[in-house]
């Protein structure tokens, strides 16, 4: 059984930069693709970005391409967000899920996670100050 954890979240003014980890134990996640996600109080799922489980591209949301960046580290079963130039509207519950593919279902931004990622952390607060 997988268990991830995400850590690296907390309090950051507006323009600061932030890592995020999700580190997994258990098996390895290497042939999985790895998501971002996060969700703000009141709001609906967005997904940040989607990290190919090969050599493949990385898939952004247009509101954070260019300021965040996703990595892995297999060795360590270990995947990283790099946030930077970060802005209020930054700020939610921040997730690391896995799954085989990098489409999400209509109705995944409201909808029951387990009909989109194979495994999936508790999620770790960002908040960005103004």
């Known amino acids: 059984q997988v268990q991830i954890e995400e850590t690296g979240g907390g309090t950051v003014q507006t323009g600061g930069s932030l890592r995020l980890s999700c580190a997994a134990s258990?098996?390895?996640?290497?042939?999985?693709?790895i998501i971002w996600f996060r969700q703000a109080p009141g709001k609906e799922r967005e997904e940040v970005v989607c990290?190919?489980?090969?050599?493949?591209?990385?898939y952004y949301a247009d509101s954070v391409k260019d300021r965040f960046v996703a990595s892995r580290d297999n060795a360590k079963n270990t995947m990283y967000l790099q946030m930077n130039s970060l802005k209020p509207e930054d700020t939610a519950k921040y997730y690391c899920?896995?799954?085989?593919?990098?489409?999400?279902?209509?109705?995944?931004?409201?909808?029951?996670?387990?009909?989109?990622?194979?495994?999936w952390g508790r999620g770790i607060q960002v908040t960005v100050s103004s």
């Open positions: 258990g098996p390895s996640l290497a042939v999985y693709h």
């Open positions: 990290m190919d489980s090969g050599d493949g591209p990385s």
């Open positions: 899920a896995t799954s085989g593919q990098c489409t999400r279902s209509k109705n995944w931004r409201k909808g029951d996670l387990t009909y989109e990622f194979d495994y």
